[in-house]
């Protein structure tokens, strides 16, 4: 496999704000790639970048051969963007929107009203084609946005928060048809601050915060970084003081990182059996009662509070 | 240039599935158009033209039998409350009060002029019945008054147009007789004289039915009809909403991502924006000629020569586009564009007179509406709808295309400092 993007020491500064401090990395032809960060991490500003809607302060990255710097419009004809927030004409229906937006792409005549029929089954619209799409659900103008950025078959599809907002169903169906794309060949780059996403979809994870790439790799080669450690989630009551429970619980031998997000607190350990009876003793000592208690192997969750100390819904 | 277009088709239909919009590109302008007919009268049998009171010095220095029929014709009974004629003896100072904006035109009949028209002894004497080329009546129009000075000046035009008419009709008639022998030199000066006394002092009343009507190619008269002023200074002031609507969108994109979902698409900044804009001018356009056909259709409105007024109209919405960008480019958001627009629609309506006919509006605002496309495009209906042709609308023209160029540099400067993207 080689390189289609190559990302080299990027930022991004607005003022003295520094949203994007030197990321490097790179995707490989055909595979997933994620970008996980909690919000405000960088990820968008990133994805901006390499799809040259933004000019980097510095750095480059070459896409398919091309500068985002010195070629735009190069790397503009074989990317494909599906934008976070929706980006369609709500007054125009799903075939008028896919046509208008076919054009852009340099798609006319007969290639493209084929292949507009092509998107409209793949995202499952067919029949809904004739509706304007303020008239659609939440999930279906997602599905729209999605089949938008899949019109002139890009080699390289930027997905940025494809699945926020949305109900589980919807959610469901674009993670499978990123799959599908990706079957077909299709390399993605995919921003998430979820990270069962970033674990079902991924070939490969980029770790960002505060517009900093912390850690790159397999979903395997991240989590050995924190070694066999497991994650105990303790779900507590809504009355209950999570942050105190937190700042307690580090103090059991045995415990490496202890965080608080609502109402649950993310016990990273050793060994999980050792560790339990101290963490159900110290909550009753305060007077906390736990509801439940969920036990986790490794994954990127931990890896995350391993890197920074705070969970990624933070 | 392809994706430009399309850009601008797109726009154009968003705007007529927006029913706000239409309501407001359409609907008022046409209420407020058979509002403003009811007011004056326009659908009953009073058939005021709804400008009156036109001041205008006439000087004949002529005092013979045509220049005093033309004086009269300024002084008849019927033409009273359309004009205010007054009487000078001296050019330079009705040239004078005309540069003080004191009256809106004045007519001076040289010296000379009725002998310059009708034939006299010694031609028919000498054979040669057909006069020398008649001596000019001169009317110096103020600028400031431009419909009351198209009004005064179609008035001449159509007095000397009979007189020429009749001065070619009776000497051809004439000479035709005296060389078939059939009268003698002494009888064609007689006749002719009489001829030409019966043709060009016919009675007012003859002549008064074309003082407020033109004519067309075929030689109909047409009554100045008031909606001809109140409908496109309706449409012409909903064309300034229209403009600043489709500016808007450009806001509006930005916000709901369609602008930097463009931006990241083979498609370059100036396409976009140039698509943008021939949206913004395809809508206007739309816009107008939708208005000035229901208003054909329903209130029978004769607009005048079909060219003239595509001309017109194409300009006219040039205009008032480049108003539409440079707001956009002043403003952050679409909020601020609607908030600006609907001002300017406004100001503009008031300062062009879509309300009040500028020449009853003080001199300074008559200076300032020279910086509204209502003003002229409206200067250039008044004049079509007096019979006037495209030849007859150089002025506006030329100002409203200036107008939307200089204010469409304005606004790529204005653009150029900002990101489009930014939010």
New interface residues.
Partial sequence: MSAILQVQNLVKNYGDFKAVKGVSFSIEEGEIFSLLGPNGAGKTTTI?IL????MPTSGDTTIGGHSITKDP?GV??I?G?V?Q?????E??TAR?NLI??G????LSGKSLTTRVDEVLEQIGLTDKAKDRVKTYSGGMKRRVNIG?GLLHKPRLLFMDEPTVGIDPQSRRAILDTVKDLNNQGMTLLYTTHYMEEAEELSHRVGIIDHGEMIAIGTQKELTQQVGEAETLILHIGENDDSEALAKTLKDIQGVQQATAVDHEVSVVCDEAEDVLAAVVTKANDRGIKIRSIDIREPNLEAVFLHLTGRALRD | MLKTFLIGIKDVRLAFRDRAALILMLAAPFVLTIGLGLVTGRFSSNTSSGISDIPVIIVNLDNDQLGNALADVFNSTDLADLLEPTTGSDSEAARKSIDEDKAAAVVIIPEGFTISIIPQQSDFANGNVVAADPVKIEVYANPSRSTGAGIVKAIVDEFLNRVEEGRISDTTSIEQLMFSGRITPQQALAAGSAASLDNQTASPASTLAVKINSSTANGDAVKFDALAYIAPAMALMFLMYTVSYGGRSILAERAQGTLPRLLVSPTNTAQILGGKVFGIFLTGTAQMLILIGASSLFFQLKWGDPLGVIVLVLAAVFGATGWGMVITAIARTSAQVANIGMSITLIFGIMGGSFINLEQMPSFVQMFSKITPNAWALDGFTTLGLGGTLTDLSAPILALVSMGSILFLVSVALFGKKNLVQK
């Fill in positions: 901006s799809s040259t809607l933004y419009m503009r004809g990317i963007v934008p927030d929706l980006a369609l004409y007054d125009l008028e208008f937006w054009q852009m792409y340099n938008v």
